[in-house]
């Protein structure tokens, strides 16, 4: 068994299994944003579900049909963050956060987000804190950093006018005043480079960016895994295209 921290007689406190929540808690405001595929999708115009709900919707759907309604359309490819910021797309709308990867029904009950929601309000001063930041990963990098900059300065601005009303904490100025915390995964920390270097601003009100397995070096793997209908295309050809 490891140890964790130092006891009043210079030793490690026992490890029991998971990292220890002390009482503090941070004043700031957390964004959690997932990875490539960790967004649940719908089609906008009818709310049927497109990406990441359960099994039962693949029913009758399969090989291109399946992936047919994902397909980006000219408008689609083309977005980048002037679209968002001008004119957001409206075909697809991300919902929320996945919470069981249909696509790997062996682990069926495996929830890859979930438990970092809760283990974030945990340790903030209330669950509204926190705020998922769910996004059509289909779309380019840069147009959901935009979309990204404007949700994590609408949470702050929500969270430090709660603070200041129900806390006593101060909802602008001085050292003691809320900022943003972002925990990404994969994708999500791409997003979240592309939303700090849009915004500025947004980069001065931010304290920490936390990400976990984020490709910042690029990931020529993950196009091959992505292109499973073209079986031509060899590793060596991405890579040197890459």
């Known amino acids: ?5 130092m006891g009043g007689s210079g030793r490690g406190v026992p490890f029991a299994g998971e990292p220890p929540v002390f009482e503090d808690r941070t004043q700031d405001a957390c964004v959690v944003v997932p990875g490539i595929m960790g967004s649940v999708l719908e089609d906008a115009a009818t709310g049927r579900a497109l990406w990441g709900v359960s099994l039962a919707m693949l029913t009758g759907l399969t090989g291109p049909s399946l992936l047919g309604a994902l397909h980006a359309d000219e408008r689609e490819r083309a977005a980048d963050a002037d679209t968002a910021r001008r004119a957001p797309l409206t075909r697809i709308r991300a919902t929320k956060l996945l919470a069981k990867p249909w696509w790997l029904p062996v682990f069926q009950g495996l929830d890859p987000y979930s438990d970092t929601v809760k283990t974030l309000q945990r340790i903030t001063q ?3 804190a926190v705020a998922p930041f769910a996004y ?3 779309l380019a990098v840069s147009y959901n950093g935009a979309l990204l900059a404007r949700a994590a300065r609408a949470h702050l601005t929500r969270w ?4 200041a009303a129900t806390l006593g904490r101060r909802a602008a100025g001085g050292p003691g005043q809320a900022r943003l915390v972002f925990v990404a995964h994969s994708m999500g920390g791409l997003v979240v480079r592309a939303a700090l270097e849009q915004d500025p601003e947004l980069a ?3 304290r920490t960016v936390i990400t976990v397995g984020t490709p910042f070096l690029g990931s020529a793997k993950a196009v091959l895994a992505l ?3 073209n079986a031509r295309v060899t590793p060596e050809r ?5």
């Open 1 to 5: 068994m490891g140890t964790v921290g």
């Open 126 to 128: 209330a669950p509204e």
């Open 136 to 138: 059509d990963w289909r």
């Open 160 to 163: 430090r006018e709660r603070a």
């Open 204 to 206: 001065a009100d931010t």
């Open 227 to 229: 292109n499973l209908l």
């Open 238 to 242: 991405l890579v040197r295209r890459v």
